[in-house]
């Protein structure tokens, strides 16, 4: 499937204990007031804010031994508020520092990875040669690989080398595919008359465009 996996700022959870909420939010409030960034240095001041209320709710909860509903509700309460500033804080990082999870570790926050589809489709293949292949009637197609490629297809015609409408698809998935080669079977009618072949890298956002023709007319057994 299309899919690739990009690295985003896993937000806190209020359901988390407090204390490692408390030291987690702090050690973020501090290294986010030191970026030379003032959007996300401005941040730094509201989580630092919200850190500093949970440790003191913290420490009247633990005074009170856990027996004072009321301290225990305001901890609650205020565990709540710092992880939503602290989360609210993170989705501003990533928009001032994008696609930067050393930055987002460094700065305090763990990291997750979530599986996004396609959105761009794939760039036109390079260097494409075709081969005899090892049995007979197939053909050893090679190529660089493509950035954002999927897989590829590959069309292949003993017509007008300019003229698309005459390519067939011939793409084959099994095994024998890779990022930089594939075999393909060829029908009978197309063996031992001059080919030439294209190449198409294909993900879920679509295809990517033609590749220059290659194979020159070579014959095929």
């Known amino acids: 499937m299309g899919y690739h996996k ?7 959870k209020v359901s988390d204990n407090a204390t490692a909420n408390k030291a987690k939010t702090h050690t973020i409030g501090a290294n986010l007031s030191l970026s030379a960034n003032t959007t996300v240095a401005a941040q730094g001041a509201i989580v630092t804010g919200g850190s500093n209320a949970l440790d003191v709710a913290i420490t009247a909860d633990t005074d009170a031994k856990l027996a004072s509903k009321t301290a225990t509700n305001t901890k609650n309460s205020k565990n709540k508020l710092s992880v939503e500033k602290a989360n609210a804080a993170g989705i501003i990082l ?5 696609n930067n999870p050393d930055l987002y570790v460094a700065t305090g926050y763990d990291v997750t990875e979530e599986i996004v589809p396609d959105t761009v489709v794939p760039g036109i293949v390079l260097h494409g040669s075709a081969t005899q292949g090892d049995e007979l009637g197939t053909a050893d197609v090679h190529h660089d690989p493509e950035a954002n490629a999927d897989d590829y297809r590959i069309y292949v015609t003993k017509g007008p080398v300019g003229d698309r409408a005459q390519y067939i698809d011939v793409t084959n998935t099994d095994e024998s595919t890779s990022k930089s080669s594939t075999t393909v079977t060829l029908p009978t009618d197309y063996l031992n008359v001059p080919l030439n072949f294209i190449i198409v890298a294909h993900n879920t956002a679509g295809d990517g465009p033609d590749s220059t023709p290659f194979g020159g007319g070579r014959r095929i057994q």
Do not use: A, C, G
């Open 6 to 12: 990009v690295q985003h700022i896993k937000k806190l």
């Open 94 to 98: 990533e928009q001032q520092f994008p």
